[in-house]
């Protein structure tokens, strides 16, 4: 049997959701995706199969990555935005979800909140996938996680850590992913943008299971041993109006030459999930030279997917190398 069987039909609304041999799998799938992508290998998996991609918020990334994954496999994503449908304004949440599972084999959600792609998942009786929402990223981080081991050869026992606005869903995600896959993750921001308290105590057994350390703090000297240094924009989408606090609060804590340097790792790589404010939350020297991985992870947003799609819709994926 396909040791990915057991993920057949499953949801992917938060990394939490899968084990840490479960983000194992996914990861050597998307790997091995990758390697066939090179190879000019074509196969059509998906061949008769329907994806729809339900947007809220605009995308690059996540809809390039599914929709390409996807559709080269043979299958067809149909791209819904919020002009499209009545979601939530003539037709119930509820009623959507019902309706996109009887017509779709999956669902992917990119949006606002949470409770949205929850009750896609709870409703509709396909596998739903969480491209974004306020609260979390998972998509982009399994994409982080493949790139960190790209890099480096190994998950556990790397120093990922994450400067700027430390409560997003950015930050959210990967602290749920490092203390999962055994990567210690420092948390370096400002006090008012500091992780919250609940999902510190979700990550605790992950982390203690793992063997990672989770750290927090506003001292830019938390960086020291990094491996990765990872940011994010300044001001997430909905959240314009908090533009000049944000900028305020967060100009010491630029990706610059200098914070990089004060890792002590003259290895250490960047890392940015896109797009990026040049100028801001790191500098154009930074952002273009030979520390950053942007490019890679954002070309493995579309390795990952199609590992998730793979994973999830097909009781015979590919079964991941074993060296």
Wanted: glycine share 8%; net charge negative.
């Amino acid at each position: 049997m396909d040791d990915t069987a057991h993920l057949y039909g499953r949801s992917l609304l938060t990394l939490s959701d899968f084990s840490p041999a479960d983000i194992r799998l996914l990861l050597a799938l998307a790997h091995r995706a990758r390697k066939d992508r090179r190879a000019g290998t074509v196969q059509q998996r998906f061949a008769g199969m329907s994806l729809a991609l339900l947007y809220e918020k605009p995308s690059t990334r996540t809809r390039c990555a599914f929709d390409t994954a996807f559709g080269e496999e043979g299958g067809h994503p149909v791209f819904l935005g919020s002009d499209d449908i009545h979601l939530g304004a003539k037709e119930s949440l509820e009623d959507t979800a019902r309706i996109l599972g009887r017509m779709f084999n999956a669902i992917q959600f990119r949006g606002f909140e949470q409770a949205t792609v929850e009750a896609l998942a709870r409703l509709s009786g396909v596998p739903v996938y969480n491209g974004l929402t306020d609260a979390r990223h998972p998509t982009q981080v399994l994409a982080d996680l493949m790139t960190l081991e790209q890099h480096f050869g190994r998950l556990a026992g790397l120093k990922l850590a994450y400067v700027g606005d430390c409560r997003n869903n950015i930050a959210s995600s990967l602290m749920i992913g490092c203390s999962l896959t055994g990567v210690h993750f420092t948390a370096v921001g400002p006090d008012q943008l500091a992780p919250p308290a609940a999902l510190r105590s979700q990550c605790a057994p992950y982390a203690a299971a793992s063997g990672a350390r989770i750290e927090c703090g506003s001292g830019t000297g938390l960086v020291a041993g990094a491996d990765a240094v990872y940011t994010d924009v300044w001001v997430s989408m909905g959240e314009e109006e908090q533009s000049a606090e944000r900028y305020a609060l967060l100009a010491p804590y630029q990706v610059n030459s200098t914070l990089l340097a004060r890792t002590g790792n003259p290895g250490c790589v960047f890392m940015h999930d896109l797009p990026a404010v040049k100028g801001n939350e790191v500098t154009e020297e930074v952002f273009e030279g030979p520390a950053s991985v942007v490019w890679e992870q954002a070309e493995n947003r579309k390795h990952t997917a199609r590992a998730l799609l793979l994973a999830t819709l097909t009781r015979n994926a590919v079964q991941p190398p074993t060296a």
